[in-house]
Protein backbone atom coordinates (compact mmCIF):
# COMPACT_ATOMS: atom_id res chain seq x y z
CA UNK A 1 0.00 0.00 0.00
CA UNK A 2 1.67 3.05 -1.39
CA UNK A 3 2.43 5.96 0.87
CA UNK A 4 0.93 4.41 3.87
CA UNK A 5 1.74 6.58 7.26
CA UNK A 6 1.34 6.80 10.94
CA UNK A 7 -1.02 9.35 12.24
CA UNK A 8 -1.45 8.44 15.74
CA UNK A 9 -0.95 5.83 18.47
CA UNK A 10 -3.02 5.10 21.48
CA UNK A 11 -1.38 3.84 24.66
CA UNK A 12 -4.09 2.08 27.38
CA UNK A 13 -2.87 0.80 30.46
CA UNK A 14 -5.23 -2.03 31.39
CA UNK A 15 -5.30 -4.53 34.60
CA UNK A 16 -5.45 -8.63 33.81
CA UNK A 17 -6.40 -9.98 37.14
CA UNK A 18 -6.35 -13.42 37.99
CA UNK A 19 -8.75 -15.43 39.01
CA UNK A 20 -7.04 -16.27 42.80
CA UNK A 21 -3.70 -14.67 44.03
CA UNK A 22 -1.22 -16.60 43.60
CA UNK A 23 2.31 -16.69 45.92
CA UNK A 24 5.63 -16.26 44.62
CA UNK A 25 9.09 -14.65 45.66
CA UNK A 26 7.66 -11.50 45.46
CA UNK A 27 4.40 -11.70 47.33
CA UNK A 28 0.96 -11.57 45.99
CA UNK A 29 0.74 -12.27 42.16
CA UNK A 30 -2.61 -10.85 41.75
CA UNK A 31 -2.31 -10.41 38.04
CA UNK A 32 -0.04 -8.50 35.83
CA UNK A 33 -0.70 -4.79 34.23
CA UNK A 34 0.05 -4.56 30.61
CA UNK A 35 -0.03 -1.67 28.31
CA UNK A 36 -2.00 -1.76 24.79
CA UNK A 37 -1.31 -0.08 21.87
CA UNK A 38 -2.82 1.02 18.42
CA UNK A 39 -0.51 2.68 16.22
CA UNK A 40 -3.42 4.17 13.75
CA UNK A 41 -2.35 5.02 9.75
CA UNK A 42 -4.18 7.30 7.43
CA UNK A 43 -5.24 4.67 5.48
CA UNK A 44 -7.60 3.17 8.33
CA UNK A 45 -5.38 0.24 9.58
CA UNK A 46 -4.90 -0.14 12.86
CA UNK A 47 -1.86 -2.21 13.95
CA UNK A 48 -1.80 -4.12 17.87
CA UNK A 49 0.97 -4.03 20.60
CA UNK A 50 0.98 -5.02 23.78
CA UNK A 51 3.67 -3.48 26.44
CA UNK A 52 4.57 -6.14 29.37
CA UNK A 53 4.35 -3.52 32.07
CA UNK A 54 2.10 0.24 32.67
CA UNK A 55 6.03 1.43 33.40
CA UNK A 56 6.25 2.51 29.82
CA UNK A 57 2.91 4.11 29.04
CA UNK A 58 4.88 8.10 28.70
CA UNK A 59 7.73 6.57 26.84
CA UNK A 60 5.47 4.87 24.61
CA UNK A 61 3.10 8.04 23.83
CA UNK A 62 6.47 10.00 23.33
CA UNK A 63 7.66 7.91 20.87
CA UNK A 64 3.95 7.78 19.31
CA UNK A 65 4.67 11.83 18.62
CA UNK A 66 8.02 11.23 16.63
CA UNK A 67 6.48 7.86 14.94
CA UNK A 68 3.65 10.67 13.18
CA UNK A 69 4.23 11.12 9.58
CA UNK A 70 7.22 7.92 9.49
CA UNK A 71 6.27 4.92 6.98
CA UNK A 72 5.01 1.69 9.60
CA UNK A 73 6.52 -0.74 6.89
CA UNK A 74 9.78 0.63 7.51
CA UNK A 75 10.72 -0.92 10.75
CA UNK A 76 14.08 0.33 10.78
CA UNK A 77 13.18 3.72 10.30
CA UNK A 78 10.94 3.87 12.54
CA UNK A 79 13.00 2.23 15.27
CA UNK A 80 15.82 5.15 14.66
CA UNK A 81 13.04 7.82 15.37
CA UNK A 82 12.71 5.92 18.67
CA UNK A 83 15.67 4.44 19.84
CA UNK A 84 19.10 5.28 20.58
CA UNK A 85 21.88 3.29 19.23
CA UNK A 86 21.83 -0.06 20.26
CA UNK A 87 25.15 -0.20 21.67
CA UNK A 88 24.58 2.27 23.76
CA UNK A 89 21.28 1.42 25.07
CA UNK A 90 22.53 -1.82 25.86
CA UNK A 91 25.42 -0.33 28.39
CA UNK A 92 22.97 2.44 30.54
CA UNK A 93 20.87 1.84 32.96
CA UNK A 94 17.75 2.43 32.05
CA UNK A 95 16.51 -0.06 28.73
CA UNK A 96 13.25 0.99 29.09
CA UNK A 97 12.83 2.12 25.65
CA UNK A 98 13.65 -0.99 24.25
CA UNK A 99 10.77 -2.22 26.05
CA UNK A 100 9.02 0.49 25.38
CA UNK A 101 9.68 0.27 21.10
CA UNK A 102 9.68 -3.18 21.18
CA UNK A 103 5.73 -3.09 22.04
CA UNK A 104 5.29 -0.74 19.46
CA UNK A 105 6.89 -2.54 16.92
CA UNK A 106 5.04 -5.87 17.17
CA UNK A 107 1.71 -3.16 16.10
CA UNK A 108 4.13 -2.28 13.40
CA UNK A 109 4.48 -5.94 12.28
CA UNK A 110 0.52 -6.39 12.48
CA UNK A 111 0.00 -3.69 10.57
CA UNK A 112 2.81 -4.83 8.37
CA UNK A 113 0.58 -8.02 7.86
CA UNK A 114 -2.42 -6.38 7.69
CA UNK A 115 -1.31 -4.17 4.66
CA UNK A 116 -0.21 -7.80 3.07
CA UNK A 117 -3.28 -9.38 4.44
CA UNK A 118 -0.83 -12.66 5.76
CA UNK A 119 -0.72 -13.80 9.13
CA UNK A 120 2.15 -12.11 10.58
CA UNK A 121 4.04 -16.71 10.63
CA UNK A 122 3.85 -16.32 6.89
CA UNK A 123 5.88 -12.77 6.93
CA UNK A 124 8.37 -14.58 8.97
CA UNK A 125 8.92 -17.19 6.74
CA UNK A 126 5.60 -19.56 6.79
CA UNK A 127 4.91 -22.47 9.57
CA UNK A 128 6.55 -25.00 10.90
CA UNK A 129 3.99 -25.93 12.78
CA UNK A 130 0.55 -24.66 13.31
CA UNK A 131 -0.60 -26.16 17.02
CA UNK A 132 1.40 -24.58 19.45
CA UNK A 133 2.17 -26.21 22.62
CA UNK A 134 1.90 -24.47 25.94
CA UNK A 135 1.72 -25.47 30.24
CA UNK A 136 -0.34 -25.57 32.31
CA UNK A 137 -0.06 -23.19 35.47
CA UNK A 138 0.11 -24.49 39.15
CA UNK A 139 1.21 -23.24 42.60
CA UNK A 140 0.03 -22.22 46.14
CA UNK A 141 -3.20 -19.60 45.72
CA UNK A 142 -4.98 -17.78 47.97
CA UNK A 143 -8.50 -19.40 48.24
CA UNK A 144 -6.83 -22.09 46.29
CA UNK A 145 -4.50 -24.90 46.26
CA UNK A 146 -2.49 -24.36 49.85
CA UNK A 147 -1.53 -28.06 49.93
CA UNK A 148 0.90 -30.57 48.04
CA UNK A 149 -2.32 -32.59 47.90
CA UNK A 150 -4.39 -30.26 46.65
CA UNK A 151 -1.68 -28.81 44.00
CA UNK A 152 -1.77 -32.47 42.65
CA UNK A 153 -5.55 -32.87 42.31
CA UNK A 154 -5.68 -29.46 40.39
CA UNK A 155 -3.35 -30.44 37.58
CA UNK A 156 -5.47 -33.62 37.78
CA UNK A 157 -8.36 -32.12 37.32
CA UNK A 158 -6.56 -30.15 34.22
CA UNK A 159 -5.87 -32.97 32.76
CA UNK A 160 -8.98 -34.52 32.91
CA UNK A 161 -11.16 -31.27 32.03
CA UNK A 162 -8.63 -30.43 29.58
CA UNK A 163 -6.51 -33.09 28.14
CA UNK A 164 -3.16 -31.31 29.87
CA UNK A 165 -0.11 -33.60 30.32
CA UNK A 166 2.27 -30.08 30.49
CA UNK A 167 2.12 -28.10 34.03
CA UNK A 168 4.52 -26.05 34.84
CA UNK A 169 4.57 -23.92 38.33
CA UNK A 170 5.69 -22.00 41.14
CA UNK A 171 5.71 -23.48 44.40
CA UNK A 172 6.98 -20.81 46.48
CA UNK A 173 6.22 -20.15 50.45
CA UNK A 174 10.06 -20.39 51.39
CA UNK A 175 9.77 -23.82 52.51
CA UNK A 176 12.03 -26.12 51.10
CA UNK A 177 10.71 -29.40 52.16
CA UNK A 178 7.30 -28.16 51.09
CA UNK A 179 8.09 -27.66 47.39
CA UNK A 180 9.86 -31.15 47.55
CA UNK A 181 6.85 -32.70 49.29
CA UNK A 182 4.53 -31.27 46.24
CA UNK A 183 7.14 -32.70 43.66
CA UNK A 184 6.79 -36.01 44.53
CA UNK A 185 2.81 -35.32 45.16
CA UNK A 186 2.68 -34.17 41.68
CA UNK A 187 4.80 -37.05 40.01
CA UNK A 188 2.47 -39.62 41.70
CA UNK A 189 -0.59 -37.70 40.88
CA UNK A 190 0.45 -37.36 37.21
CA UNK A 191 2.49 -40.81 36.34
CA UNK A 192 5.61 -40.56 34.72
CA UNK A 193 4.57 -39.24 31.19
CA UNK A 194 3.94 -35.68 32.27
CA UNK A 195 5.92 -32.58 31.92
CA UNK A 196 6.52 -31.10 35.14
CA UNK A 197 8.93 -27.70 34.96
CA UNK A 198 9.20 -25.10 38.19
CA UNK A 199 10.36 -22.02 38.83
CA UNK A 200 11.56 -20.52 41.98
CA UNK A 201 11.91 -17.00 40.87
CA UNK A 202 15.33 -17.02 42.61
CA UNK A 203 13.90 -17.40 45.91
CA UNK A 204 16.78 -20.26 47.30
CA UNK A 205 20.35 -19.96 48.11
CA UNK A 206 22.86 -22.23 46.32
CA UNK A 207 23.09 -24.50 49.27
CA UNK A 208 19.33 -24.52 49.37
CA UNK A 209 18.91 -25.21 45.71
CA UNK A 210 21.61 -28.20 45.84
CA UNK A 211 19.37 -30.27 48.55
CA UNK A 212 16.31 -29.17 46.73
CA UNK A 213 17.74 -30.32 43.31
CA UNK A 214 18.75 -33.72 44.99
CA UNK A 215 15.48 -34.53 46.19
CA UNK A 216 13.53 -33.55 42.78
CA UNK A 217 15.98 -34.88 40.48
CA UNK A 218 14.43 -38.76 40.62
CA UNK A 219 11.03 -37.29 39.32
CA UNK A 220 12.14 -36.19 36.03
CA UNK A 221 11.64 -32.83 36.28
CA UNK A 222 11.80 -31.15 32.39
CA UNK A 223 13.31 -27.72 33.88
CA UNK A 224 13.99 -25.60 36.77
CA UNK A 225 13.08 -21.66 36.60
CA UNK A 226 15.72 -19.43 38.19
CA UNK A 227 16.02 -21.67 41.22
CA UNK A 228 19.25 -19.01 42.36
CA UNK A 229 19.63 -15.49 41.78
CA UNK A 230 22.86 -15.71 39.27
CA UNK A 231 24.20 -17.17 36.74
CA UNK A 232 27.43 -18.14 38.25
CA UNK A 233 25.40 -20.73 41.01
CA UNK A 234 23.06 -21.79 38.04
CA UNK A 235 26.22 -23.09 36.58
CA UNK A 236 27.14 -24.62 39.82
CA UNK A 237 23.68 -26.38 40.26
CA UNK A 238 24.32 -27.95 36.46
CA UNK A 239 28.24 -29.07 37.72
CA UNK A 240 26.13 -31.39 40.29
CA UNK A 241 22.77 -32.50 38.69
CA UNK A 242 21.34 -32.71 35.12
CA UNK A 243 17.98 -30.86 35.76
CA UNK A 244 17.97 -28.63 32.76
CA UNK A 245 17.98 -24.67 34.13
CA UNK A 246 16.01 -22.04 32.10
CA UNK A 247 15.91 -17.96 33.01
CA UNK A 248 14.14 -14.43 32.44
CA UNK A 249 17.38 -12.68 31.85
CA UNK A 250 18.18 -12.83 28.32
CA UNK A 251 21.99 -12.86 28.29
CA UNK A 252 23.21 -15.12 26.23
CA UNK A 253 26.76 -14.47 26.34
CA UNK A 254 26.88 -15.45 29.91
CA UNK A 255 25.20 -17.96 29.66
CA UNK A 256 27.55 -19.29 26.85
CA UNK A 257 30.60 -18.83 29.23
CA UNK A 258 29.34 -20.41 31.91
CA UNK A 259 27.45 -23.04 30.61
CA UNK A 260 24.34 -22.15 32.28
CA UNK A 261 20.98 -21.50 31.57
CA UNK A 262 20.23 -24.19 29.36
CA UNK A 263 17.32 -21.98 28.21
CA UNK A 264 16.07 -18.19 28.14
CA UNK A 265 12.37 -17.40 28.92
CA UNK A 266 11.43 -13.92 28.05
CA UNK A 267 8.89 -11.37 25.79
CA UNK A 268 9.49 -10.13 22.65
CA UNK A 269 8.93 -6.25 23.85
CA UNK A 270 11.95 -6.90 26.13
CA UNK A 271 13.76 -7.83 23.67
CA UNK A 272 12.93 -4.52 21.93
CA UNK A 273 10.23 -6.33 19.46
CA UNK A 274 9.58 -9.12 16.57
CA UNK A 275 12.77 -8.29 14.35
CA UNK A 276 15.28 -8.48 17.08
CA UNK A 277 13.33 -11.58 18.69
CA UNK A 278 14.13 -13.05 15.52
CA UNK A 279 18.03 -12.44 15.56
CA UNK A 280 17.96 -13.55 19.12
CA UNK A 281 16.47 -16.45 18.42
CA UNK A 282 18.54 -17.17 16.29
CA UNK A 283 21.81 -16.40 17.94
CA UNK A 284 20.31 -19.04 20.98
CA UNK A 285 19.76 -21.56 17.97
CA UNK A 286 23.30 -20.68 16.55
CA UNK A 287 24.76 -21.15 20.29
CA UNK A 288 22.53 -23.97 21.55
CA UNK A 289 20.24 -22.13 24.28
CA UNK A 290 17.31 -23.19 24.14
CA UNK A 291 13.86 -20.57 23.76
CA UNK A 292 10.40 -19.77 24.64
CA UNK A 293 7.84 -17.09 25.82
CA UNK A 294 6.51 -16.21 29.21
CA UNK A 295 3.30 -16.02 30.85
CA UNK A 296 1.08 -13.69 32.11
CA UNK A 297 0.12 -11.23 28.81
CA UNK A 298 -3.01 -10.39 27.61
CA UNK A 299 -4.30 -11.90 24.01
CA UNK A 300 -2.17 -9.35 21.76
CA UNK A 301 1.68 -10.73 23.27
CA UNK A 302 0.28 -14.10 23.02
CA UNK A 303 -0.89 -14.06 19.63
CA UNK A 304 2.89 -13.50 19.03
CA UNK A 305 3.90 -16.01 20.86
CA UNK A 306 1.69 -18.40 18.95
CA UNK A 307 2.95 -16.57 15.27
CA UNK A 308 6.79 -16.82 16.27
CA UNK A 309 6.37 -20.15 17.76
CA UNK A 310 4.60 -21.27 14.63
CA UNK A 311 7.69 -19.59 12.44
CA UNK A 312 10.43 -20.64 14.20
CA UNK A 313 11.96 -24.00 14.78
CA UNK A 314 13.91 -23.64 17.48
CA UNK A 315 11.14 -23.15 19.83
CA UNK A 316 10.01 -26.56 20.33
CA UNK A 317 9.04 -26.75 24.04
CA UNK A 318 6.00 -25.31 25.33
CA UNK A 319 5.83 -21.74 26.73
CA UNK A 320 4.72 -21.06 29.96
CA UNK A 321 0.75 -19.97 30.52
CA UNK A 322 -1.87 -18.22 32.76
CA UNK A 323 -4.71 -18.38 30.34
CA UNK A 324 -6.67 -20.84 32.73
CA UNK A 325 -6.24 -18.45 35.52
CA UNK A 326 -6.78 -15.24 33.31
CA UNK A 327 -10.75 -13.55 33.55
CA UNK A 328 -10.30 -10.96 31.53
CA UNK A 329 -8.75 -9.72 28.10
CA UNK A 330 -8.57 -7.21 25.28
CA UNK A 331 -9.24 -9.09 22.16
CA UNK A 332 -12.13 -10.76 20.93
CA UNK A 333 -12.84 -14.24 22.02
CA UNK A 334 -10.18 -14.09 24.90
CA UNK A 335 -8.25 -14.90 26.94
CA UNK A 336 -6.60 -17.94 24.84
CA UNK A 337 -7.41 -21.14 26.37
CA UNK A 338 -5.65 -24.56 25.71
CA UNK A 339 -7.05 -28.10 24.73
CA UNK A 340 -4.70 -31.05 24.57
CA UNK A 341 -1.88 -28.87 25.45
CA UNK A 342 -1.98 -26.78 21.94
CA UNK A 343 -3.94 -23.58 20.61
CA UNK A 344 -3.99 -22.94 16.94
CA UNK A 345 -2.32 -20.30 15.88
CA UNK A 346 -4.39 -17.41 14.25
CA UNK A 347 -5.12 -17.48 10.74
CA UNK A 348 -6.23 -13.79 9.89
CA UNK A 349 -3.83 -11.34 8.87
CA UNK A 350 -1.18 -9.75 10.88
CA UNK A 351 -1.71 -11.20 14.59
CA UNK A 352 -5.08 -12.65 13.71
CA UNK A 353 -6.22 -11.00 16.66
CA UNK A 354 -9.52 -8.10 16.91
CA UNK A 355 -9.39 -5.32 20.08
CA UNK A 356 -12.62 -5.56 21.95
CA UNK A 357 -12.58 -2.11 22.67
CA UNK A 358 -15.88 -2.74 25.57
CA UNK A 359 -13.36 -5.04 27.07
CA UNK A 360 -10.27 -2.63 27.33
CA UNK A 361 -12.15 0.19 28.63
CA UNK A 362 -13.32 -2.06 30.89
CA UNK A 363 -10.04 -3.50 31.87
CA UNK A 364 -8.31 0.42 31.53
CA UNK A 365 -11.06 1.62 34.30
CA UNK A 366 -9.92 -1.64 36.47
CA UNK A 367 -6.86 0.22 36.50
CA UNK A 368 -7.92 3.39 36.87
CA UNK A 369 -10.65 2.31 39.91
CA UNK A 370 -7.67 0.19 41.66
CA UNK A 371 -4.43 0.89 40.06
CA UNK A 372 -2.12 -1.43 38.65
CA UNK A 373 -1.80 -4.72 40.46
CA UNK A 374 1.04 -5.15 42.69
CA UNK A 375 3.10 -8.47 42.32
CA UNK A 376 5.22 -7.45 45.66
CA UNK A 377 2.29 -7.34 48.31
CA UNK A 378 1.54 -9.22 51.11
CA UNK A 379 -1.50 -9.07 52.94
CA UNK A 380 -0.15 -9.73 56.14
CA UNK A 381 2.81 -7.14 55.95
CA UNK A 382 0.90 -3.91 55.22
CA UNK A 383 3.33 -1.28 53.21
CA UNK A 384 6.19 -3.70 53.44
CA UNK A 385 8.09 -5.57 50.54
CA UNK A 386 8.04 -9.18 50.98
CA UNK A 387 11.16 -10.98 52.53
CA UNK A 388 11.24 -14.65 52.17
CA UNK A 389 14.34 -16.61 54.33
CA UNK A 390 17.35 -17.72 51.66
CA UNK A 391 17.30 -20.85 53.29
Given amino acids: MPGIKITGLRATPVNIPLEKPMWW ?5 PGTSKTIIEVETDQGIVGLGEAPSVDVVDSVRAMGERLIGADPLDIAGCE ?10 Q ?13 IEIALWDLRGKVANEPLYRLLGGAVRKEIPFTEYFGFREGGE ?3 E ?3 DYCIRMREEHGSTMFEGKLILGNPELEIDTVKTLREGLGREAMIRLDSNMQWSLPTAMRVFREIEPYNIRNYE ?3 ATFEEMAELRRHFTIPISTHVPDIRKAIALGAPDYIVTNFAVLGGISRAVRFIGACEAMGVGFWCYSG ?3 IATAGYLHMSAAMPWISEPSQSLFRWQIGDVIEGGPFRQKNNVI ?8 GVTLDRDALAYWHNHLIQNGPLDHFHDPAMPGRFRRLPLN
Avoid at 344 to 351: A, I, N
Fill in 25 to 29: TGGHY
Fill in 80 to 89: SLCVPPWQIV
Fill in 91 to 103: NTDDSSVVKAFGA
Fill in 146 to 148: MSP
Fill in 150 to 152: AVA
Fill in 226 to 228: DPV
Fill in 297 to 299: DAG
Fill in 344 to 351: SVPEGPGL
